[in-house]
């Protein structure tokens, strides 16, 4: 069924009990074209790209848990393209462009608010380092426009941009067009778009080994039993190298626990986003009325999805410094996701070097602004045994050819991005 | 909170140390292959379960020393002072 107003006032009209599932939940099939492993927001994005760009609807997206219940539901559910290096800012300004279209072309409302994205600067090094990527943003035809902290002050009255502050307010980077979207309902819109054209998502189905024969993949062994297929997709950011491990390789990826916490819910009190690169700090406020707040890394190796409290008192008192009237507001709840930390802290699309594997993975901090682009890059790299321009950079191979796209020159370490 | 026993200073709170990743990597010789190098810098095992890695006692001690930790639950297995080994890990195939 299409989601239209017509569909709402039919259903209210019916009190709400015929809606249909959204999407099926068939048992596997013994063969497909190809198979998704993953099914967060990439895995999804990836599907529906597939069926959709490339004709190839004999897919499955296999997913070990429930739909978007890792990262995709994790995140602080920022969109951005704010990148100063090339294959970065084209990357995720094609992104962008797919968000801002992405509720017509699913059929979804997945509610994107173009509340810009600001960074803030506090001291003239930091201005300098923001007009340099507004000016380099700018010349890759992306918007970017430095506001003074007067503007700043006007704007945003409950920011401390006084000359007191522990983290004084020089100016910042605004993105107009960055915002917020709805991170569960990008991945039930994909899920959605993808199943209708003809899509099998499976869920509680987990992938325990990958049969490699003469180089080739030949299929997947998974807990509801083997699937055959010549194509597999790996998108499972935060696992990346314990699935392509599967298939004897080695990445170079170590996965690490990123924390994310909420305020209780208030009335409107901040309608823009907010980040520190200073204090790694970054913040706004959800429709719920919640403020959505998150930070750095443990700083350690993690799978365990939850973090340690001295990262929640980091991220507490740079909330507190920038906002001193948040003081008084009560922590709600506390979380953490696996991301997947490159050695450069750009991610990887590409194939792999076994005949028919592919990976989209390795996006450290920023893989949810990601999403629609990763899914289309992956599907195109998958359906053409062949990367897609704008995903040609991010091989596995950069690292051994000495091509790094270290946005922050940060040097060969996992947690430094 | 972790709670990180240093070999000399006996345990002490996380915010103390700094991480240093993992300590099973071995530096290839000055003349070894470029490959050997790649996989020196760039490549991990990232293993789900104990893994052996160096923290520095940054505020404190400030000597470098290897923690054995357990990457999905938290849990410290042991530590040692640099040039010992903690007991070999029992790792299962998958």
Known sequence: ?417 | MLLIPCPWCGPRNQVEFTYGGDATLQRPANDASVAAWFAYVYLRDNPKGPLDELWLHSAGCRSWFKVRRDTRTHDILGSTRIGQNLPAIARDAK
């Open chain 1, 1 to 417: 069924m299409r989601y239209s107003i017509f569909s709402l006032a039919r259903n209210a009209l019916r009190h709400h009990e015929h809606w249909p599932l959204a999407w099926r939940s068939p048992a596997p099939k013994k063969h497909y074209d190809a198979v998704i492993v993953g099914g967060g927001g990439h895995g999804l994005a990836t599907a529906y790209y597939l069926a959709r760009n490339h004709g190839v609807t004999s897919v499955a997206v296999l997913e070990k848990g429930w739909l978007g219940g890792g990262n995709t539901g994790r995140n602080t559910t920022i969109v951005r393209s704010n990148y100063h290096l090339d294959a970065n800012a084209h990357f995720y300004e094609f992104s962008l462009k797919l968000w801002e279209g992405l509720s017509h072309d699913l059929n979804f409302n997945v509610m994107y608010s173009a509340r810009g994205v600001l960074n803030l600067a506090h001291s003239p090094s930091d201005v300098d380092a923001a007009m340099r990527r507004g000016n380099a943003m700018r010349l890759n035809g992306i918007d970017a426009k430095f506001l003074s902290r007067d503007e700043i002050a006007r704007w945003i009255p409950n920011l401390e941009c006084s000359t007191n502050a522990r983290f004084p307010v020089m100016g910042g980077l605004l993105q107009p067009r960055g915002g917020t979207v709805r991170h569960d309902a990008v991945a039930w819109g994909y899920a959605r778009a993808a199943d209708a054209l003809g899509v099998d998502i499976i869920q509680q189905c987990e992938v325990t080994g990958i049969r490699i024969e003469r180089g080739a993949v030949v299929g997947l062994d998974t807990t509801q039993g083997f699937i055959g297929t010549p194509k597999i997709g790996i998108a499972v950011a935060g696992h990346s190298g314990h699935v392509a491990a599967m298939a004897v390789i080695k990445l170079p990826i170590e996965s690490h626990v990123l924390q994310a916490m909420v305020s209780e819910p208030v009335k409107p009190v901040l309608d823009t986003v907010v980040t520190s690169g200073a204090v790694h700090f970054y913040i706004s406020q959800s429709d719920k009325g919640e403020l959505v707040m998150g930070g750095d890394l443990d700083f350690y190796n993690s799978y365990a999805q939850r973090g340690n409290l001295p990262v929640i008192e980091h991220v507490t008192a740079a909330c507190l410094a920038l906002f001193p009237s948040f003081g008084r507001l009560k922590l709600m709840r506390t979380w953490g996701g696996i991301m997947d930390m490159t050695m450069d802290g750009s991610p990887i699309i590409a194939k792999l070097p076994v005949r028919g594997l592919y990976m989209t993975g390795g996006w450290c901090y920023g893989g949810f602004k990601a999403t629609p682009a990763s899914g289309w890059m992956h599907a195109h790299t998958i359906a053409n045994d062949a990367p897609h321009p704008l995903n040609a950079a991010f091989t596995l191979k950069r690292f051994e050819q000495g091509a790094m796209i270290d946005e922050k020159g940060a040097g060969p370490y996992a947690w430094a991005h």
